[in-house]
């Protein structure tokens, strides 16, 4: 668990001051690149136009961890909590559904943690997922930072994709949702569809960089575990906010 220490009120503070800003103000560290790649081009299995995707550079920032599918998350945690800490923002670099899901638990700590203390100070800590390339080998980084949310989000909770081929059409939802209301939610179940959610938020996240009036503005995830009606389980929800660009 996250020590006492780690989740005082001067922690916090320290965090928010290390983050640059709580509004959308874009941090160092990542640099957005184009890449048109035959393998995305033409059209979606959903029958929607595929997204040219956004490969960010990867950093070798010192607040950069790399997770695998058997990482301790116990062990990690701490680490994560010092990352935090010393530069006000964290990113989890992971390939493949399991490593995800070992990220996902990792800063839910996080987000838990600091919740009420960043709450108080009208914000949450959040997550925003990358896809990375670097000689031909494509990975996640899931960052993590404060941005400002003041905790209210309401309407339907759309649901995760039933596979890779509905991911378009989430991506889509959320846009177009994001583009009418302050936030959207999503909720999955397992860690198959977690994973499916990330990547619907990666492209959403690609579909939104379009919009020129938006370029500096990025879709970000405050993730919750919610028991959901008729569920017997808990999702992890993703409450989908505005937040500063990279």
């Known amino acids: 668990m996250v ?14 001051a290390l983050a640059s800003s709580w509004a959308f103000t874009p941090l160092t560290g990542s640099t957005w690149s184009r890449e048109i790649s035959a393998r995305n081009s033409g059209k ?22 790399r997770v695998k599918q058997d990482t301790d998350i116990n062990s990690a945690v701490g680490v994560v909590t010092a990352k935090l800490q010393e530069h006000g923002q964290v990113a989890i670099d ?15 700590k996080q987000v838990s943690g600091y919740q009420k203390i960043l709450a108080s100070l009208g914000g949450s800590l959040a997550l925003l997922p990358q896809q990375v ?5 494509t990975s996640i980084q899931l960052h993590a930072r404060p941005i400002s949310w003041d905790g209210n989000c309401e309407g339907e909770i759309l649901r995760a994709p039933n596979g890779e081929d509905k ?7 959320i846009v177009n949702r994001a583009q009418q209301d302050t936030c959207v939610r999503v909720a999955a179940l397992g860690k198959e569809k977690l994973y499916l959610v990330m990547k619907a938020l990666i492209r959403a996240n690609n579909f939104w960089g379009k919009n020129a009036e ?26 989908i906010v505005k937040g500063p660009q990279l």
């Open 133 to 137: 390339k670097a000689n031909e080998v």
């Open 167 to 173: 991911i378009t059409g989430l991506a889509s939802s």
């Open 3 to 16: 020590g006492r220490a780690a989740l005082s009120r001067a922690a916090a503070f320290s965090l928010i």
């Open 94 to 108: 992971f390939c493949g559904q399991n490593a995800a899901q070992q990220a996902c638990r990792l800063l839910q």
């Open 214 to 239: 938006s370029e500096e503005i990025r879709l970000w995830a405050i993730p919750q575990l919610e028991q959901l009606e008729g569920m017997e389980m808990m999702s992890t929800v993703w409450t």
């Open 44 to 65: 979606a299995a959903d029958g929607q136009d595929e997204a040219v995707p956004f490969w960010s550079a990867p950093s070798t920032g010192d607040w950069i961890i």
